[in-house]
């Protein structure tokens, strides 16, 4: 363990918070305190308790961030040649991995994720930054095929200004999936973390700054959704959203942008199945299911929270889960346990919520299903890991995303039968088999309908894989070099030759 993190845990341990932590938004290139001069708190999960205060914006922050935005685009950013914006992101790179240690604790306090899956998160953040670096001089139009007198061509120009609504259960790595590419692609950018986990934002906007990029180009706003979001997707002055969030917010989102016919990426959750044949690898599947649902408290939009079994070999996988469940450790994230806290009141009482209606209405709740108070983790919010037998396939506990640790159970009789089941609900992000048959597997993908499909690993790949939903998981792309042409417009140029 390092002297950083050794000294921050200790820290956190003494005075329950982190010295240095930002308190302004991020604006033009330096800290800017809120027009109001109102701030709000933020709690740590773990203890269910305020440890920092941070700016309160409002729609005048929001009109200074678009501004400086505007500004920093159209004088500088989008005319930067596409190899100095890859050097400006790689030493982004560079100063993220000096400081990985710091995010991953601020990370693990606001979020109330286990610090292990917080430095993983940081990891991938790295990874996205030194992606998109070696990307950004990669765009290339096409040579159309005309008659011979005439040249034609693509261009791949930036969006513009691009917003970023970013949410509260992967703070730092949703926003570098859509700041890395929108940065390679030449866009400046407006974000606005969710209120609940505002501040490894704010500090990869400063970190920016110091690796060189010119004021205005990356700028953070912070407040709650109504007073600050709401202003941000409805600006005029925007060319772009980015939106991940709930599908009812998502909607009033698509509203706001279509006053101002502003283009659009919505990923807006999902009920994930994960399918497992009679034919797999039962151990490894064991596996795969306990992280799907379970990783960050099942907080994940693309969560296994669907699980689908072949009824040959449903009972003893299932005694098999539910006693690794029950044997699950939940603590504070800095603690060594397996499973953290939901991240706030509002969310534990909603997982709660369901799971009682679940219960009311006949499905048969083979582990947890309530809340919890572990020990030494006193005031936190946590729910225990819990399986559900789903009594039917329109049932809510199968429908419905709760977001929570909470994993809904199916069986089918064959393939065929877990393809439907599969495709049951409104939702289309993220699907996963485990089977030993191949064929069975590619099948599967091609009748799915998600925007990814897991073979033999749920959540394989990384930023190289395009991620995104169909139907109310939302569209478009991220990640990729899908995500970067996402913050790119294409021009076609016609020349006639004389």
Not at 77 to 90: H, M, S, T
Not at 127 to 134: I, L, M, N, T
Not at 209 to 230: D, E, Y
Request: with cysteine.
């Amino acid at each position: 363990m390092s002297t950083i993190l050794a000294d921050g845990i200790a820290e956190i341990r003494a005075t329950g918070t982190l010295a240095g932590l930002p308190r302004n938004h991020f604006i033009d290139g330096r800290w800017s305190t809120p027009a109001s001069g109102e701030r709000m708190a933020s709690d740590d999960p773990g203890r269910g308790a305020p440890f920092a205060e941070f700016a309160n914006g409002d729609a005048a922050d929001v009109d200074r961030a678009v501004e400086a935005a505007r500004a920093a685009f159209q004088k500088t950013w989008r005319d930067v040649a596409p190899a100095e914006r890859g050097r400006i992101l790689q030493r982004m790179t560079s100063l993220l991995r000096e400081e990985a240690d710091r995010f991953a604790l601020v990370e693990c306090l606001d979020s109330g994720k286990r610090l292990a899956e917080a430095q993983g998160d940081v990891r991938g953040v790295i990874r996205a930054f030194e992606y998109y670096a070696g990307a950004a001089d990669k765009l290339e139009g096409a040579r159309l095929p005309l008659a011979k007198d005439y040249i034609g061509f693509t261009l791949d120009e930036p969006a513009g200004v691009a917003a970023q609504i970013i949410p509260w259960n992967y703070p730092l790595s949703t926003a570098a999936r859509g700041i890395a590419p929108a940065l390679a692609a030449g866009c400046a950018i407006v974000a606005k973390p969710a209120e609940q986990t505002p501040f490894t934002a704010l500090m990869l906007a400063e970190l920016g700054h110091r690796a060189g990029l010119p004021a205005g180009v990356l700028n953070v706003v912070t407040g709650t959704g109504a007073r600050t979001g709401a202003p941000l997707v409805a600006h005029p002055g925007i060319d772009h959203i980015t939106f991940t969030g709930s599908v009812a917010t998502g909607i009033r989102v698509m509203h706001a942008a279509a006053e101002n016919v502003t283009r659009l990426v919505l990923e807006l959750g999902g009920k994930s199945p994960l399918v497992v044949l009679g034919d797999a690898d039962l151990d490894a599947a064991l596996d795969g299911v306990i992280e799907a649902i379970y990783e960050n408290a099942g907080q994940i939009c693309s969560a296994g929270s669907r699980l689908v079994l072949d009824r040959r070999i449903a009972d003893g996988f299932l005694d098999r889960l539910v006693a690794r469940t029950r044997g699950l450790r939940l603590g504070h994230g800095l603690d060594d346990v397996d499973v953290g806290p939901v991240n706030s009141a509002l969310q534990l009482g909603r997982i709660d919520e369901h799971v009682r209606c679940a219960k009311a209405a006949g499905n048969d709740i083979l582990c947890g299903g309530d809340i919890v108070h572990p020990a030494g983790a006193n005031g936190g919010w946590f729910f225990a890991p819990t399986i559900v037998a789903a009594r039917s396939p329109s049932d809510p506990i199968v429908t419905e995303e709760i977001f929570g640790p909470v994993l809904a159970v199916q069986t089918v009789e064959n393939l065929d039968e877990a393809i439907a089941i599969a495709n049951c609900t409104d939702y289309a992000l993220v699907a996963g088999i485990y089977t030993s048959d191949l064929n069975k597997a590619n099948r599967f993908a091609r009748h799915v309908d998600a925007g990814q499909v897991f073979v033999n690993e749920y959540f394989a790949g990384g930023i190289e894989v395009p991620f995104g939903g169909n139907r109310k998981s939302g569209f478009g792309r991220e990640k990729g070099m899908e995500g970067l042409r996402s913050y790119c417009r294409t021009k076609s140029v016609v020349m006639r030759l004389r």
